[in-house]
């Protein structure tokens, strides 16, 4: 779909239309410039005095037929070139995303919102004390979304309140996340750290020996500074694709290290793919008084684990499960994935019959999203999904059946490329939920990440104001320079935490 675009000069407005056109069409062309063979064009108007009057008109390229929105604000006075920009976006976005909506027929649920975090919006009204109204009515007006999807967000930012009663304040304390970055095999949908662990001991062991270090190193600076944490989460990868006795001693390092471990909320282990975990591996989780784990089974239907690279059995998903409840394992974690190739709404189903059978205390419905570097993304013709209609019918049957079998919403992301542009939902029952799911959705809280590949996220205790940092994603990166590393992340830290 090539998408002319006339009356617009300012370069800033090229990504929000970008973003919008993505929500309606597969890898769209956007151009302010001429477009010889334009599918569409459309013509921007813009009146600015005491109000805001935008419109658009788009017209077929090969045909006659237009479609006309407009949309009118006051003008709210501003002393910054950043605020007055926002709002000429905001009413150039409206009139873009209804022309668009006339043109497909495709109602966008979560409007013009292209943020992955859209409960925030909800949290920042709380934190400003607005009421329920005006934060539902700003929510519709500024941003164009359903009813339907701020119930969500209402219901999700009502839970997340009672599960931490003190989110808002949780800013002089961190969380720690803990990167490791193998798998049995990668899956064709995913772009995290992930790299086949067999025959890579080698590598394996110089990581951990990285991983070790940065513990130790975090953890001084932790104790020197009196700064405690809120929650302990082991990501990847695969955190149960090492050996116990590497899973061992990483523990006791953690203990070790870490100021008061036993006073942190919670502490979680991505067990993640069946095929890694053994009774050997769940002794040591629970030496180290670690319950909470996630065994994710993805689909329930054999073929889709083939075709998706997944290497265990459907038999082997509920089997690691039925261990794991043996073994003390009283949090467990699913994850099911909508839209996967193949599957449709009778393939959902089944597997969601096949999960009432086992009912885990939380269940993440994630919504398949073509990730730019996944091997799905790069073979797209390979891997046929399910079309938008479809995509809504699951995740409308997800929403219902959670409800159903008692399961409460505490947490919703977004991301790019996702299909149906729909979102990513975490439920749970009560008093099961993922702290750490609520602190890094939220961003209310510095996160420390240790490990290959793993994403800190350093927020200002005064300010709020967000710095990122990456460790690499590719080991032997990481084992070169994660000294290198440490330094930096606590330098950064030495000063917000001055």
Known sequence: MNIQINGLNDDRFQRPLQLIANLFFEEPTVSRERIEDADIVIDFYLNINE??????????????EKFHAQFEKVLVPSNTEKERFKQLKNAISHVYLNVLQDYTGIQQKWGILTGIRPTKLLHKNRREGNSKELTRNSLKEDYQITDEKIDLMERIVDRQ??????????????SIYIGIPFCPTKCAYCTFPAYAILGKQGRVDSFLAGLHY??????????EKGIGITTIYYGGGTPTSITAEEMDALYEEMYRSFPDVKSVREITVEAGRPDTITPEKLEVLN?????????????YIQETLQAIGRHHTVEETVDKYHLAREMGMNNINMDLIIGLPGEKVKE??????????????SLTVHTL????????????DKYKVANREEIERMMKLAETWTSEQ?????YLYRQKNILGNLENVGYAFPDQESMYNIIIMEEVQTIIGIGCGAASKFIDPKTGKITQFANPKEPNAYNLGFKEYTEKKIKILNELFS
């Open 51 to 64: 109000k805001i009057k935008s419109e658009a008109i788009l017209t077929m390229n090969r045909n006659v």
């Open 161 to 174: 309140l009672d599960v931490i009663p003190d989110l808002y304040n949780l800013k002089h304390e961190v």
């Open 214 to 223: 940065e513990i130790q190193e975090m953890g001084k600076w932790l104790k």
């Open 287 to 299: 030496k180290w008084n670690i319950d909470r784990i996630s065994i994710n089974p993805q689909s």
């Open 348 to 361: 959902f189903q089944y597997t969601l019959d096949e999960t009432r059978k086992l009912m885990p205390e």
């Open 369 to 380: 999203s073509f990730k730019r570097a996944s091997e799905m993304t790069k073979n797209k």
């Open 406 to 410: 008692g399961y409460e919403p505490y």
